[in-house]
């Protein structure tokens, strides 16, 4: 008997139905700039040609352990929309916007229902941030991945003039920090929140604590990365102007913010009074994960901070509301003296 690709367990008619189902969700996401459809062998885009004298920002991330949630929840339509909000987020905060994104995707065994509920997630989070996806690979990588299970890779490239590049260099003491609201866990922590919540606590995916106000631990632990790229934009475009912003991603609000101070002489003061921490959190700090751990690992309910001048501030908020975001004051830049990188108070 002929063997055959199959009995080494890779299904080329799957990943063929695969493209079929996906074809109408990807062309939702794109933008007058792309030059080609889905199945080629890569993606063109031109620039924008109101851009006089462009720069190219990219970035790369994954998911991380949150996928371990999606696998034993059965629940696979929102971890696409993380893995698009963690690229553009990092590439909205220079100031630019988001042109175009690929995905790569990884699996034992290629499940098409699964992994069209994925590619759905990655497709809207596409349009949520305004750009366009170009294209991606699918691999059945077996004896790699455990059957069920997958990994996920996200690219991304963006544009920004290059006079309006936000890199922080201008900070100075006395800007102001605005903080958006982040969902809950966003896409980074959950290694930790993970083992405190379900093997610490012993809760089940389906449980519904108090802390979380009516959700379920899986609920709370799938809830997925805010996408910040177009309130960046609005900034940008019609507000007073941003001098720096910090996606609060891996090392939470201790290791995110000084990223973007342009010397050792500053530091960030956070007031904690002045925003709400999820219900996650107090969770997790229930298990006696102490507070400074818990900050330096997750976003406290912060899932990007803007830095502006506080002459610019009240502006600032105005655009954010007309945006849509619940933006407030949580902070400033001050000397640093001897103190650390990130000081809370309140």
């Given at each position: 008997?002929?063997?055959?690709?199959?009995?080494?367990?890779?299904?080329?008619?799957?990943?063929?139905?695969?493209?079929?189902?996906?074809?109408?969700?990807?062309?939702?996401?794109?933008?007058?700039?792309?030059?080609?459809?889905?199945?080629?062998?890569?993606?063109?885009?031109?620039?924008?040609?109101?851009?006089?004298?462009?720069?190219?920002?990219?970035?790369?991330?994954?998911?991380?352990?949150?996928?371990?949630?999606?696998?034993?929840?059965?629940?696979?339509?929102?971890?696409?929309?993380?893995?698009?909000?963690?690229?553009?987020?990092?590439?909205?905060?220079?100031?630019?916007?988001?042109?175009?994104?690929?995905?790569?995707?990884?699996?034992?065994?290629?499940?098409?229902?699964?992994?069209?509920?994925?590619?759905?997630?990655?497709?809207?989070?596409?349009?949520?941030?305004?750009?366009?996806?170009?294209?991606?690979?699918?691999?059945?990588?077996?004896?790699?991945?455990?059957?069920?299970?997958?990994?996920?890779a996200g690219f991304a490239v963006g544009v920004v003039e290059r006079d309006d590049v936000r890199d922080g260099r201008d900070l100075c003491a006395g800007d102001v920090i605005i903080g958006l609201p982040s969902a809950g866990l966003h896409s980074n922590g959950h290694s930790l929140a993970r083992k405190v919540v379900l093997e610490v606590l012993g809760l089940g995916l389906g449980e519904t604590p108090d802390a979380l106000g009516g959700a379920s631990v899986a609920d709370e632990l799938l809830r997925p990365t805010r996408i910040y790229v177009k309130a960046l934009a609005a900034l940008r475009d019609n507000g007073a102007g941003f001098k720096a912003a910090a996606h609060i991603?891996?090392?939470?609000?201790?290791?995110?913010?000084?990223?973007?101070?342009?010397?050792?002489?500053?530091?960030?003061?956070?007031?904690?009074?002045?925003?709400?921490?999820?219900?996650?959190?107090?969770?997790?700090?229930?298990?006696?994960?102490?507070?400074?751990?818990?900050?330096?690992?997750?976003?406290?309910?912060?899932?990007?901070?803007?830095?502006?001048?506080?002459?610019?501030?009240?502006?600032?908020?105005?655009?954010?509301?007309?945006?849509?975001?619940?933006?407030?004051?949580?902070?400033?830049?001050?000397?640093?003296?001897?103190?650390?990188?990130?000081?809370?108070?309140?």
């Amino acid at each position: 008997m002929a063997i055959t690709y199959k009995d080494a367990g890779i299904d080329i008619d799957a990943g063929a139905e695969l493209v079929d189902q996906i074809r109408p969700l990807v062309s939702k996401a794109t933008r007058p700039e792309v030059m080609t459809g889905l199945g080629g062998f890569s993606g063109l885009c031109g620039l924008p040609e109101r851009y006089r004298r462009p720069i190219l920002v990219s970035g790369t991330d994954g998911v991380g352990t949150k996928l371990k949630t999606a696998f034993a929840s059965g629940r696979h339509d929102t971890v696409g929309i993380d893995l698009v909000a963690m690229v553009v987020n990092d590439i909205a905060v220079t100031g630019a916007e988001p042109l175009f994104f690929l995905d790569y995707f990884a699996t034992g065994a290629l499940d098409v229902a699964s992994a069209r509920d994925v590619i759905a997630g990655i497709a809207a989070g596409c349009v949520e941030a305004g750009c366009a996806l170009v294209g991606g690979e699918t691999d059945e990588l077996p004896g790699m991945y455990k059957a069920s299970e997958y990994d996920l890779a996200g690219f991304a490239v963006g544009v920004v003039e290059r006079d309006d590049v936000r890199d922080g260099r201008d900070l100075c003491a006395g800007d102001v920090i605005i903080g958006l609201p982040s969902a809950g866990l966003h896409s980074n922590g959950h290694s930790l929140a993970r083992k405190v919540v379900l093997e610490v606590l012993g809760l089940g995916l389906g449980e519904t604590p108090d802390a979380l106000g009516g959700a379920s631990v899986a609920d709370e632990l799938l809830r997925p990365t805010r996408i910040y790229v177009k309130a960046l934009a609005a900034l940008r475009d019609n507000g007073a102007g941003f001098k720096a912003a910090a996606h609060i991603t891996g090392g939470g609000l201790v290791e995110n913010p000084p990223r973007v101070l342009p010397t050792d002489e500053l530091a960030v003061r956070l007031d904690t009074s002045t925003w709400s921490v999820p219900g996650i959190f107090s969770l997790i700090a229930s298990a006696g994960v102490e507070v400074d751990e818990i900050r330096r690992t997750f976003n406290m309910g912060l899932g990007m901070l803007v830095f502006v001048a506080a002459a610019n501030a009240d502006a600032e908020l105005d655009c954010l509301r007309d945006a849509g975001q619940d933006a407030r004051v949580v902070g400033e830049i001050i000397s640093r003296g001897d103190g650390p990188a990130v000081r809370f108070d309140g």
